[in-house]
């Protein structure tokens, strides 16, 4: 029955998502829904980390920028889209791989420092070295594909093919999580002294992760520069790395679609606050208090938790405990260092 | 676009490399006693600098004393410190990615808040009068206020030194740093040393930024550029050494000032090769003995 309801709110979501553009007339909410779903994508890479390999990453903007860059430069340099992207995915797992080896010298906090400060290595770069990357200034991307020779240029034509980028992604992460590579991780996620001494590789597999993980904030920072059609250093920054994170731990971490949800809620936010006031990372910073004293679990299984739990009270029974929200949420030993 | 360097000029670079050192020793001392001590690493190290920077301003406006204005500024910030880390921070404890970003959320707080009062405006307040003329020795000229913050640098390296290595107080905090566990089983309070090294790493932080606002100026972003700069000194020494912490402070403000005049539009990257270096060749840092 469970199944049968999950697969029927799939195939409705899939079914919305289908014919958005057909009833969202204005362009506008269909570049939102581009936005939403190029940030999902984002989002589902690195849940890859967050979630499967207990690994978080402050650095991941660093990730999606390079990916970006490149491939502006290559367009700007008079590459074909073509060169381009697939220049742009190569350098983007190089850097990730590079990523990898060097924050891999640490777990848990360790790991989370050093990908800040990659990240902010990525930042410096985009920022400060203006005869490569222009500065703050940016730059521009004049045209989108037009792959099989259909132009991108519209926002339904440019949202329809986000979509299948995005389908793709989800697939992957489907096919991943259900793999033995991504029992393993989740393996060293949980015990990694113990898959140590089973004969896995730890450091392999977690590496193998970031690059996976990084290929899909590849894909995500190339839609990003097609989208916008220009890119500047404040995407590097760490405001955007703590965004994503906020979306994969708002949805909830390690499931397929609470990182598809938190960054709905994320991008959906943002477009609304920026609307009526200039204070997104004032109401950024509120959330994440929030979400961290009150729903550790993530926004959306914390409200449906807290909503049982105020609906129990409500009941007036007494006896009918065991509904009070635990304070702490279930602790995982990621601490753990393989030697 | 590699420029030569005079001597002079070498000199010059020399003094602004110890001045921004001992800037950096200020701010990250108390981040690395926070990190080696409490395992937290505060993302709102970098805002404690800003926030003190901008008390300073205000307070320098209503014409108070310079080094009554950085003290204040430094109090002030402690206890807001010690109010989050009382409130929000101990209902984590132990839990690293909730602390994390707790303090990462409050640092956008902060800093949109800052820029609520403060405004987009930098400021640039004048180093105290009797600072702010220039020594001249071999012929060449000596900002005052740059060798007052080293002075001022050194002396608390210097009382933090004492304070670690010759009370009971600091006794009580190696306990903690090498093993928080067998610290609390002999009776000693490691909670309370979790409030007050926290205190203490805020206050350093914001007097660190009075200090530095005549030399910096204060400006909206200062904080996530502060913030970076504590975490490679941090890396580099080894969390939870002092020794480490001044060693790699300055390390950072010779390789900021000197990278500036010879590759200008690198000089920022430029700061985390010794970091990677270390990473690779030795993980816990340069003086550190556990693995963070």
Redesign the interface.
């Known amino acids: 029955m469970i199944v049968k309801l999950r697969y029927a709110a799939i195939a409705i979501a899939l079914a919305l998502l289908a014919t958005l553009p057909m009833w969202v007339g204005n362009s506008y909410y269909i570049n939102i829904a581009s936005q939403f779903l190029l940030f999902a994508v984002f989002a589902l890479a690195l849940n890859v980390l967050v979630g499967y390999a207990g690994l ?1 990453s ?1 650095g991941h903007a660093g990730l999606f920028a390079v990916a970006g860059y490149s491939g502006a430069l290559l367009l700007q340099a008079g590459f074909d889209h073509l060169a381009a992207i697939a220049a742009a995915i190569v350098i983007t797992l190089v850097a990730s791989a590079v990523f990898a080896a ?1 924050a891999l ?2 777990t ?3 790991f ?3 990908t ?3 990240g ?2 990525v930042w ?2 985009a ?6 990357t222009n500065g703050d200034n940016g730059v521009n991307v004049s045209t989108r594909p037009a792959p099989f020779g259909l132009s991108l240029a519209s926002a339904p034509s440019f949202y329809f093919a986000t979509l299948i980028v995005f389908l793709l992604a989800i697939a992957s992460m489907a096919v991943f999580v259900r793999s033995p590579f991504g029992a393993s991780l989740r393996g060293t996620r949980d015990q990694a002294r113990r898959m140590n001494a089973l004969g896995y590789n730890v450091w392999l597999i977690r590496f193998l992760a970031i690059v996976f993980s990084g290929f899909w904030t590849g894909v995500a920072g190339l839609l990003f520069i097609y989208y916008n059609q220009f890119i500047s250093p404040q995407i590097s ?3 955007s790395s ?1 965004e994503v ?1 906020l979306m994969v ?1 708002s949805g909830g971490t390690a499931t397929l679609f609470g990182p598809v949800a938190g960054a709905a809620i994320v991008v959906i936010m943002k477009n609304v606050v920026s609307a009526y006031i200039e ?1 997104w ?2 109401v ?6 929030v ?3 009150f729903m ?1 679990e993530g926004l959306v299984p914390g409200t449906v938790r807290l909503l049982r739990w105020a609906w129990g009270r409500l009941q007036a029974k007494p006896s009918a405990a065991g509904e009070r929200p635990s ?3 279930s ?1 995982r030993p990621s ?1 753990e ?1 393989v030697p | 676009m590699m420029t030569q360097i005079t001597s002079a000029q070498a000199a010059i670079l020399a003094i602004n490399s110890l001045a921004l050192g001992g800037l950096l020793f200020l701010l990250s001392s108390g981040f690395s006693l926070i990190f080696g001590l409490m395992r937290i690493p505060n993302l709102m190290h970098g805002s404690f600098f800003m926030l003190g920077a901008y008390f300073g301003v205000t307070l320098l406006g209503w014409g108070t004393n310079f080094w009554l204005a950085a003290v204040l500024s430094g109090l002030a910030v402690a206890a807001i410190g010690g109010v989050i880390e009382r409130l929000l921070l101990r209902r984590l404890e132990g839990q690293v990615l909730p602390q994390v970003l707790l303090t990462l959320g409050l640092a956008f707080i902060i800093a949109d808040i800052c820029l609520m009062v403060w405004t987009g405006d930098p400021y640039q307040p004048s180093a105290p009068s009797e600072l702010r003329g220039a020594v001249t020795a071999f012929g060449m000229f000596f900002p005052l206020y740059r060798l007052a913050i080293l002075g001022v640098a050194v002396v608390i390296a210097i009382a933090l030194w004492i304070m670690v290595d010759w009370t009971r107080l600091g006794a009580m905090i190696r306990a903690g740093v090498d093993d928080p566990p067998i610290a609390r089983v002999v009776g000693i309070k490691v909670s309370q040393l979790f409030t007050l090294i926290f205190c203490l790493g805020a206050g350093l932080a914001a007097f660190a930024g009075v200090m530095g606002a005549p030399y910096l100026s204060v400006y909206p972003g200062l904080d996530f550029e502060m913030l970076p700069l504590a975490l490679i000194v941090v890396i580099l020494g080894g969390a939870g050494s002092l020794l480490g912490t001044l060693v790699g402070s300055f390390i950072i403000g010779f390789l900021y000032n000197f990278g500036q005049v010879r590759f200008p539009g690198l000089a920022y990257v430029i700061l985390f090769l010794p970091m990677l270096l270390v990473l690779v060749l030795r993980p816990q840092g340069l003086f550190g003995r556990n693995v963070a």
Not at chain 1, 127 to 132: I, K, P, T, V
Not at chain 1, 284 to 289: A, E, H, P, Q, R
Request: charged fraction near 15%; proline fraction near 4%; hydrophobic fraction near 55%.
């Open positions: 978080v402050l060097l010298r640490s848990g906090i360790g989370l420092m050093i800040l400060a990659l902010q290595i410096g770069v920022y400060r070295w203006a005869s490569l920054a760490l405001t703590a994170l731990i204070r990372n004032l950024l910073g509120v959330i994440f208090v979400i961290i004293s550790p304070e702490r949420p602790e601490e260092r």
